[in-house]
């Protein structure tokens, strides 16, 4: 964790000024292509999130009750994911939003792709309701359990899967209508860079927020 934090912070700042300053502006968009750094690897963030709370998930499925301590464990960092999960599909959701704002003109236009992630967070928002409500701690780590591997099941299809049969709003000169990547050289390292830095943040801030139930 204490090599982690410096790495992240070299990370960040060197993503930001490829951002800044070396990204060039892309064709059609401008320099409004600089959000696709955030955006991007927050959306794929919140998949590898939302898919580590269900590995935690199986694996609490999996204990004894007698195993308590490692039973709570186990579920604090399945619901520590989940919520990680939550804030950067929220981010993701902010970022799209104001993409679109500056694109298109307006913040919300139902796309596919809108649509879908807001169905993804209205899923994992009441994941974390659900926990709210239940007081007993291994009944709340095992019904939890059941409810993450349930809810990771629709992720790969509301993010990768049913937005790629419908026009989307996406710009073809980032996204194609293959589903493929399309960027000068630059762009694509700075992107590769970012989903780095994001997900080590991630990680990060699962490792402390674990820490702190423990």
């Known amino acids: ?31 409004y292509v600089r959000i696709i750094f955030l955006h991007i690897p927050c959306a794929w963030v919140s998949v590898v999130a939302f898919a580590v709370a269900a590995i935690y998930a199986w694996r609490v499925l999996r204990l004894r009750d007698d195993d308590r301590a490692t039973l709570l464990r186990a579920d604090g960092f399945s619901a520590r994911s989940a919520q990680l999960g939550l804030l950067f599909t929220v981010l993701a959701t902010v970022t799209g939003a104001i993409f679109s704002r500056l694109t298109w003109g307006a913040f919300w236009n139902w796309d596919p792709r809108q649509t879908t992630i807001l169905c993804l967070l209205m899923i994992y928002a009441a994941y974390l309701a659900l926990r709210a409500v239940l007081d007993d701690p291994e ?11 349930f809810s990771v099941l629709p992720v ?17 000169p980032v996204l194609n209508s293959a589903g493929h990547i399309d960027m ?23 490792r402390k927020g674990a820490k702190s139930r423990t």
């Open 1 to 31: 964790m204490k090599h982690l934090i410096p790495l992240i912070a070299v990370l960040t700042l060197l993503t930001l000024g490829l951002v800044f300053f070396v990204v060039p502006p892309a064709e059609g968009l401008g320099y």
């Open 139 to 149: 009944r709340r780590a095992r019904i939890s359990a059941i409810y993450a591997l």
């Open 156 to 172: 790969p299809f509301l993010v990768f899967v049913i937005p790629r049969f419908y026009f989307s709003l996406h710009p073809e």
């Open 184 to 206: 000068e050289p630059v762009m694509l390292a700075t992107l590769l860079l970012a989903l780095l830095d994001v997900t080590l943040i991630y990680f990060a801030l699962l």
